[in-house]
């Protein structure tokens, strides 16, 4: 019986680095980060340790793969979201598929963000590859600059805002803060609510201040006379028939992302 080292090799080295981040990320599931050893991810696939060396250069070449691996596939995730709908639709689609994927993936979120590996600190060229997750968000924000639904500013900024509100959402939800059957809608209403902050129209404020966002098959959103979120406000949204998984997060299989209530496409 072959190993799964051998089977890689006869497809080729991006295999064998697959193979070898694979079993990585299973040992730091399933066994925490004392697991992973040069010496037991190579005995665990039936190579020798030079091979990881080699690939590697070690454990902390193995640490800074496994954090450019995480924000590769982010960046795949993000890069594979329909753009049907019009930039409002897009960008919300987008915020979904950062949630769902870091739902489906903890183990390399956790590697990206919050320190798995006791000791790492990602170098210039991991970080570079994390910088370019943000590409498709920050297109995606400028589209809607053009579109007239988000105020004219720097979409570099407005994706990070997106993405810092987008993490710190999914953060609680993985650590076990936020019920399954809470964190969704919550996660929606956090990311309407920054949406709504860079708006064409900067929203009115005032106590028992109502928002109302609807939303129709072009994607149509229209502010109420205020923008609080929270106690006295009150904010509803519907999409259309695209409701596909996938920096506003991967929606949960057959769930379909909330709409904000920003100046919407006409």
């Known amino acids: 019986m072959s190993t799964p080292y051998q089977d ?6 991006d295999a064998v680095r697959a193979t070898i981040l694979g079993r990585a990320v299973e ?25 990881l060396y080699t690939l590697f250069g070690g454990k902390e070449g193995l640490a800074d793969a496994l954090y450019r691996e995480g924000f590769a596939r982010l ?52 970080l570079a590859v994390a910088e370019t997750a943000l590409g498709t968000s920050t297109a995606a924000v400028t589209a ?12 570099r900024e407005v994706s ?3 993405w810092a509100a987008s993490h710190g959402a999914v953060s609680l939800e993985i650590s076990g803060h936020f019920a399954p059957e809470e964190a969704a809608a919550r996660y929606d209403a956090l990311l309407a609510a920054v949406r709504r902050a860079f708006g064409a129209e900067p929203p009115e ?25 929270g106690t006295g406000a009150e904010s509803e949204a519907r999409t259309g028939a695209e409701g596909e998984a996938g920096i506003g997060g991967a929606a949960e299989a057959g769930a379909a992302p909330v709409l904000p209530a920003v100046e919407g496409e006409r």
Do not use: N
């Open 8 to 13: 890689a090799r006869r497809i080729g080295q």
């Open 27 to 51: 040992l730091l599931v399933s066994e925490g980060p004392a697991a992973l050893t040069v010496r037991r991810i190579s005995a665990d696939i039936g190579a020798s340790t030079k091979v």
């Open 75 to 126: 960046r795949r995730a993000q890069e594979g979201v329909p753009r049907g709908g019009g930039p409002l639709a897009h960008l919300v689609a987008l915020g979904a598929a950062y949630r769902g994927h870091a739902l489906a993936e903890p183990a390399y979120y956790r590697v990206m963000f919050e320190r798995a590996l006791p000791g790492h600190r990602p170098g210039p060229e991991a």
């Open 144 to 155: 809607c600059m053009e579109a007239g639904v988000l105020r004219p500013g720097d979409a």
């Open 160 to 162: 990070r805002a997106l």
């Open 205 to 229: 404020t005032g106590a028992g201040a109502g928002v109302e966002a609807r939303t129709g098959g072009g994607g149509e959103a229209r502010t109420g006379s205020g923008g609080e979120v």
